[in-house]
């Protein structure tokens, strides 16, 4: 399934980054925490910018935990979950800067589940945003 984008930047998960060794602790595979994601059929995710400057994240898998909120470091421009139960899962993807820019001036993401097959919105809410200096 590919988004059809309406905003101004978007940025998707491309990049595997779950073997970097680094002093952070051990975080899950974020695909682990949504139903219905396998091989043939994966999580789709788009992190986009709306013309006004806020941040959404799309997604095509409901969560089987709520997301208590978002993570963002400034330095790396890295963009991590944190679950209900307060475990980290790491998006996987350092953002691209044109994104990046606008996570700075945020303080809370509007995520937006997507219908699996038809691409429409189901349901939205926004989501805490913190960040972390660079």
Request: proline share 4%; glycine share 6%.
């Amino acid at each position: 399934m590919a988004f059809q984008s309406k905003y101004e930047y978007t940025a998707t998960m491309t990049e595997d980054t779950h073997n970097e060794i680094s002093d952070r602790p051990p975080v899950g595979n974020l695909t682990d925490f949504v139903y219905g994601a396998d091989t043939d059929n994966p999580l789709h995710i788009e992190v986009a910018i709306k013309d006004d400057g806020r941040v959404v994240v799309f997604h095509d898998k409901p969560f089987k935990n709520d997301i208590s909120w978002f993570e963002f470091d400034l330095g790396t421009n890295k963009f991590d979950f944190i679950m209900d139960e307060g475990e980290l899962r790491d998006f996987g993807m350092p953002l691209d800067q044109s994104v990046a820019k606008h996570m700075q001036n945020s303080h809370q993401v509007m995520m937006i589940l997507l219908d699996d097959d038809t691409g429409e919105a189901k349901e939205g809410n926004y989501i805490p945003l913190i960040l972390h200096g660079a």
